[in-house]
């Protein structure tokens, strides 16, 4: 009998302990999972939504209970277990719970320990109303937070953590303010296309200030009073964090593991930690490869966690998967105005080294002459002289961002934007126009790269 | 100075206009546009939601008036003008219209005149009430005679013409029902897929009847009276055709042109006629490579009409453009459910040559716990050994059909549904479950060729 330990049972974790298990019986293989918290699986990148109302109650979020994995898999997942250390050497780990602390050896290590808010200094204080959203509890402390009393709320970042809390406190009917250091909300696209997504938060009612930066928190009677910026003092009954978050990865760097420069676990390709025979390691707390740039990056996405941890799985399982990297992908919305990207953004485009065009076109999702004909904005990144497509945003109002999926395709193919005038979407009216907006962005790009004469 | 003369004023011929006079001033080139017909560009697409009554006016589908073109581009449409024959030799084209008879030379001819409805001998009888609906003259007609005492409505062919004209005759309050030789409606999917559109077609209270073949038309007094089938006579008021279209080349073959097997004129990748300098043919009336099975197709598409037409006026212009193919993809709906295909079918499949697998997955649009999340279908082709996608379909309620983009995109790269399984795809929980719907598909196709345990 063989045993594998996962450390962290959300996403990355459990998809790695289920597709062990669906190779390899429970008489062969023990699955023993321990997760700091009170939840086992659970879908993170839903609490705003539960937070905002949209989603009833949070017990919608729970993929799966404990006493689930028991009796459908045969998956010992214990929450309010802690993983204190891991000695890679003698292959045991050890565990602090309410029940007593105790070591156990693995012959598979499953590192799934997710990724932590990011906290400067100045958050670093002892009054309560002060939240990161990056787990079940944290949504649980600031859910019972939000009493009648609590009316301003300031959210610190106006990335996709950020936007999405702001809106789903103005649903709430609290006060909100959105600081943002950069010129844009929603700093995941270029500003060009951020400025539109501040025009759908103004409309909701949002405060969203731009190019400032806070420097602290206020408080008084052990509850924060508001947040002090370089544009003077906002105040606030409640304080949400969405400065990002980075790897939780002191466990593993304490046993001597590999971490790299954005202090994500290193794996290879199938999601082993190299020069560590056994240990596997997926999800939020790992680097991964762009496969754009060729360089590392961190990219915490439930998706790409339960991709890894899949793989990861597989091969522990006696299968073979592997995971690529990706390309920074992703969509979100603020109000009906949906907001994707995938790729490079300029700064990453010029960060990385390439010399590019853009284009950006207004277009309609449907027909012009069809009802819930609504405007559309695709930007294209593309290289000079190649054409190939670096990276593409759209911004739009319903059944926009979704559309950013071919974009994505043609981005992992290496399609050049020329190639993408031809493609073959489809069309009816109720759908697109006849020319579809990626269509009409291609044309433009192409231009942009060899005259639009040629 | 030069002229152009273009023979059919819709999608295919005005986008070859538009396109070179952008690249040559009227001072260096005429250009004359002879459209038989009394109008010019529209989108013979929105018929069905025009007469449905989702579109208010049948002026919403015109994209440009004949005094538009003049005024804005120094085009020269002539509607209610016919071409009657052609002289590739002479380089002259002979016009019928109401104003006189005339011969012009020209030192580029485009032909785009697009294709005409199916019509059995059956159909050839001298009783009004029988309807193609390919031109927006076939629509005036149709609008017209459906006046109130018009109740009951028979629409033959279940291809997406006849879908969609079911749901609009439904819309406006008459007996619909529809006649289908085949299995199943939406013959343009797999039967498995095609029974959905059964139940959504039903459940609008559309009286389907498949396995049915049509063998005559009853009349009286001047008017259509009934549809007789092998299944026995079904009464009728109207009468409306969908069994498809033909290239509409009688011209182009009388002038000696080259068609195809499929009656459609042939192009090389620049829509040039070979062999025929000076002649280029755009649209409804040439054959198109179909880019999967290396063979001929006829695809009567807008969107390909569009390309192609602009592909020929760029190339007329003095640039350089080219046509390289397409991939079967198409988009429709009935009520709220969404039907999108692109690729192959089995059957089609199966005629090429291939050996495949095909996978089905139902799961939802949305993250399950999310308002709205609804039911969705994907099937896919993959070619058995190598794993290439070869075809794929949806059906689903809601944001479901434009997602084939994502997998036309994935075929027209030559993708294997292996490599689809780390497609870097949006998600957050308004948009697609954590496990998108695409690669849930792209998995159960793996495992399909390559076995659940590799």
Known sequence: MKRLIVVGGDAAGMSAASQARKRVPADRLEIVAFERGNHGSYSACGIPYWIGGTVKTRDELIVRTPAEFRENQDIDLRVRHEVVSIDPHARTVSVKSDSGDFDLEFDHLVLATGAVPVSPPWADVDFGGVFGVQTLDDGDGLASWLTPEVRRAVVIGGGYIGVEMAEALINRGLDVTLLERGEQPMSTVDPDMGALVR?????????????????????????????VTTAGEVPADVVVLGLGVRPNTLLARSAGLPV????????????????????????????????????????????????????????????????????????????????????????????????????TVETTNRAGYFPGSAPMHVKLLAERRTGRLLGAQIVGRSEAAKRID??????????????????DLGYAPPFAPVWDPVLIAARKAAEEVHGADQ
Chains 1, 2 share one sequence.
């Open 260 to 359: 790299g420069e954005h202090g994500g676990l290193l794996t290879d390709l199938r999601m082993r930690v190299p020069g560590h025979e056994g240990v596997w390691a997926a999800g939020d707390c790992v680097e991964t490869r762009h496969l754009i740039t060729g360089r590392n990056v961190h990219l915490p996405l439930g998706t790409h966690a339960n991709k890894q941890g899949r793989v990861a799985g597989i091969n522990i399982g006696g299968g073979y998967a592997t995971f690529p990297g990706a390309i920074g992908t992703a969509v979100t919305k603020v109000c009906d105005l949906e907001v994707a990207r995938t790729g490079l953004r300029e700064r990453e485009a010029t960060a990385a080294g390439f010399d590019f065009v853009t284009a």
């Open 406 to 423: 071919a974009l994505a395709v043609a981005l992992w193919s290496g399609m050049t934007v020329e190639e993408m005038t031809a493609l």
């Open 199 to 227: 025009d759908a938060m103004a409309g909701l009612g949002i405060d969203v200030r731009t190019g400032v930066t806070v420097t602290g928190l206020a408080g008084a009677a052990g509850r924060v009073t508001g947040v």
